[in-house]
């Protein structure tokens, strides 16, 4: 079955990094876009990030532009998303979501995606 775990996740100060992780099986990786959301409690989850299938292609949130990049690596059946310069109101559950298409300047919804992680809690202190 298919499985995306995320890692990464933690406690960090206002200003700090954090590099998340999501390791993907159970499917062929580099056939799917991939995608970040996130949530905090009594809101619906919110977009971050994607990656185009081969990499090449990204999107961000005007929220994370400029402070998260995503990135993959096929060989290792990996998406990262390295986020900089973070602040309070990044605190969130993230997950990490694979989808059959991305489309450029494009920003993606949760339907458009069809695996979900569980995912990881990210935390920013000020």
């Known amino acids: 079955q298919v499985q995306l775990v995320e890692s990464g996740g933690g406690l960090v100060q206002a200003g700090g990094s954090l590099r998340l992780l999501c390791a993907a099986s159970?499917?062929?990786?580099?056939?799917?876009?991939m995608g970040w959301f996130r949530q905090v409690p009594g809101k619906g989850r919110e977009f971050v990030a994607a990656?185009?299938?081969?990499?090449?292609?990204?999107t961000n949130a005007n929220s994370v532009k400029g402070r998260f990049t995503t990135s993959r690596d096929n060989a290792k059946n990996t998406v990262y998303l390295q986020m900089n310069s973070l602040k309070p109101e990044d605190t969130a559950v993230y997950y990490c979501?694979?989808?059959?298409?991305?489309?450029?300047?494009?920003?993606?919804?949760?339907?458009?995606?069809?695996?979900w992680g569980q995912g990881t809690q990210v935390t920013v202190s000020s």
């Open positions: 990656i185009s299938r081969n990499g090449y292609s990204t």
């Open positions: 979501a694979a989808g059959a298409t991305y489309r450029s300047g494009y920003v993606p919804r949760e339907r458009d995606y069809d695996y």
């Open positions: 159970g499917l062929t990786f580099d056939s799917y876009a």
